[in-house]
């Protein structure tokens, strides 16, 4: 079955910590993203990536880093300069960077205390 | 600045017909679209107008007004299944980076 697997589904760690949270599509999808959702809130575009090894800043960039080496993975590194990191993050992907239709892969809740 | 405002909670009876509203303002237009995210879940796509008028899919209809900034998603025949938070976005091409420019989200209630 196609579609986008997102890995853990929780996750906790302690202020000052690197985490990488993992992404990965069989859609055949061009572009990837990474959003942000707070209780009660909408998404937040963190970085999203059209093509292969380029990637580009969304609204909340700061603090976190991603790469894109493979059209397959798209993972997301949220940094200890995050100030608040603690939050629901979504991955999703489209067939180009201009179609509207973003397939989610289930999110990982990450605890930071 | 670039906005879109919907109704943060709407509460309707099973069965009964419902309207989530989502006006916008934005610097570029390309299409309003419409997601379905339940608790703890990942958003769901709906539906999706570029163009004036509405659009039919099954139960969900779509409606979009690109001289008022202004749609609406309206759900029918309303199932218990159907309460979640419904999320208006609007591609905006103005910097062509095409990002999705997202709504805070209406909760949607459905009481027996």
């Known amino acids: 079955d196609g579609g986008i697997t997102q890995s853990p589904k929780y996750l906790f760690r302690k202020e000052g910590q690197n985490v990488t949270l993992s992404c990965e599509q069989n859609l055949n999808h061009d572009a990837m993203y990474w959003y942000r959702q707070d209780p009660g809130q909408g998404l937040r575009l963190i970085y999203y990536?059209?093509?292969?090894?380029?990637?580009q800043k969304g609204d909340i960039a700061e603090g976190y880093s991603v790469s894109r080496e493979k059209k397959e993975s798209f993972p997301l590194t949220v940094t200890s300069a995050q100030k608040n990191p603690t939050a629901f993050y979504l991955c999703a992907s489209s067939l180009t960077g201009g179609t509207d239709q973003q397939y989610f892969g289930p999110g990982t809740r990450l605890t930071v205390t | 600045g670039q906005s879109l405002e919907q109704p943060s909670e709407v509460t309707a009876v099973e069965g009964a017909i419902v309207q989530i509203n989502c006006t916008y303002q934005t610097s570029g237009f390309y299409g309003l679209s419409w997601y379905q995210q339940h608790d703890g879940g990942a958003p769901t796509f709906l539906s999706y107008n570029a163009l004036d008028g509405l659009e039919e899919t099954g139960r969900f209809s779509s409606f979009l007004s690109r001289s008022d900034s202004y749609g609406y998603l309206l759900l029918q025949e309303l199932q218990m299944k159907d309460s979640a938070s419904y999320f208006c976005a609007v591609r905006d091409g103005s910097d062509s980076n095409y990002q999705l420019i997202w709504g805070a989200g209406t909760k949607l209630i459905i009481k027996p």
């Open positions: 990536s059209q093509i292969v090894n380029d990637f």
